[in-house]
């Protein structure tokens, strides 16, 4: 793929690219935000278990 090809390709997706509406990304900031907090939680639970294994609790 030649620097010549790469440009093409470039200008042909500027082309096809729109901007979204306020529904469009009202929606994607939503799953954005809830994909986010979904990573958050499982990466405080893990967080949680390790800190009370190595308390010497469990």
Do not use: C, P
């Not at 990466?43 to 190595?54: H, L, N, P, R």
Request: aromatic letters at 12%; proline letters at 0%.
């Amino acid at each position: 793929m030649g620097l010549g090809n790469f440009a093409r390709s470039a200008v042909n997706t500027l082309k096809l690219a729109r901007k979204s509406d306020w529904t469009e990304f009202s929606l994607y900031l939503k799953l954005v935000l809830l994909g986010v907090g979904v990573v958050g939680t499982i990466g405080f639970i893990i967080q949680s278990i390790g800190a009370f294994f190595q308390l010497g609790i469990g």
